[in-house]
């Protein structure tokens, strides 16, 4: 299939850029949802090229396909988009380090660390005769 160069490049450096691609297998959709300019039976034709090639892990669930870049796949976009060895895609970047928690008022827990509006056993308020489940009762 001829895909025109510009929508090419427009799918490859979505991919680069997010790590990840969601194609919806469609093709009559005149567009994709995430990409200008190209349409859905494009960007389903680019992922199944790039996976022969194995430069994309493809996972397919309900009708979608999941397209994980490859670190082949890094380095052949990086290539043809002629991008720096900097630049990484979003799934390879490191995440900023989470705030601290907010502090805990130490009466809330008993000195085990369990909560202190419980008995001292888990499930205590339930009583040992009593009952007619399993094991109870008369």
């Known amino acids: 299939m001829f895909i025109p160069k510009a929508n090419r490049i427009a799918v490859f450096s979505y991919l680069f850029r997010e790590g990840v691609l969601v194609v919806k297998k469609d093709t009559v959709s005149p567009t994709h949802p995430h990409i200008e300019g190209c349409t859905n039976l494009e960007v389903l034709n680019l992922m199944k090229s790039l996976q022969s090639r194995g430069y994309i892990r493809l996972t397919y669930s309900w009708q979608h ?48 660390g369990k909560p202190a509006f419980r008995g001292g056993g888990d499930r205590e308020y339930r009583s040992r005769e009593g009952g007619f489940g399993r094991g109870g009762g008369m």
């Open 65 to 112: 396909s999941y397209c994980y870049l490859t670190p082949e796949g890094i380095e052949y976009l990086r290539g043809y988009l002629a991008l720096p060895a900097e630049i990484v895609p979003a799934t390879h970047k490191k995440a900023a380090t989470r705030p601290e928690g907010r502090e805990r008022d130490e009466d809330k827990f008993g000195g085990e």
